[in-house]
């Protein structure tokens, strides 16, 4: 995970910024768009892992396992969007194929190994949610610090759908 400190030392190097009239101060619209596109590219990834597990898993339980997984990972997804249109609404460009969310993720891989007993696919996908909510809840304070309340907001409603999906994982479990 990269502190507040390391996104501005490497922000003005390489994030570019479009003209805007948005107030957001310049100086901390290059961090924010860094911290967004990070945080979409941990979300496609968490939304892949979904989608992984949802197509895979068998056994006790298949069905509603099946759907509580196309579930949590629909929730993630609807978040995508706001993140990527949020970057670009500060000047900056949203970072969202998925290579490029593959190579920025700070996600742990999906398992390579065969993942389709129930218990199993369960426990991977759990943590990588909590791991995810923990992120969120991370870039949420430093949007904070940095003095845009819109993209607190977002986050914000990201970190409770991610806690929402937690739960739901957890008391599946």
């Known amino acids: 995970m990269r502190s507040l400190k ?13 003209p805007t009239g948005n107030s957001v101060p310049a ?3 290059g961090p924010l768009v860094d911290l967004l596109n990070q945080t979409l590219a941990d ?8 989608k992984q597990a949802h197509w895979n898993v068998r056994g006790e339980g ?15 997804e609807g ?12 000047g900056g ?4 194929t998925v290579r490029m969310a593959a190579g920025a993720s700070q996600l742990k891989e999906w398992p390579a190994a065969d993942l389709s007993q129930p218990g199993a696919v369960l426990v991977a996908l759990t943590e990588r949610f909590a791991a995810a909510a923990t992120l969120v809840r991370d870039a949420l304070d430093e949007a ?5 309340a819109d993209t607190a ?8 759908d991610l806690d929402k999906s937690l739960w739901f994982l957890e008391a599946s479990r």
Not at 43 to 50: C, F, H, K, P, R
Not at 62 to 76: G, N, R, T
Not at 144 to 148: M, R, T
């Open 144 to 148: 904070d610090q940095l003095g845009d």
């Open 79 to 90: 978040h995508l969007d706001d993140l990527a249109e949020r970057a670009v609404q500060l």
């Open 27 to 29: 100086k901390s619209r």
């Open 153 to 160: 907001d977002l986050l914000t409603a990201v970190s409770r």
């Open 6 to 18: 390391h996104r501005k030392e490497n922000t003005m190097a390489r994030t570019k910024l479009n």
């Open 43 to 50: 979300l496609s990834d968490l939304y892949s892992q979904a």
């Open 62 to 76: 298949f069905y509603s396992l099946h759907k509580l997984f196309d579930d949590v990972a629909a929730s993630v």
């Open 93 to 96: 460009i949203a970072r969202g």
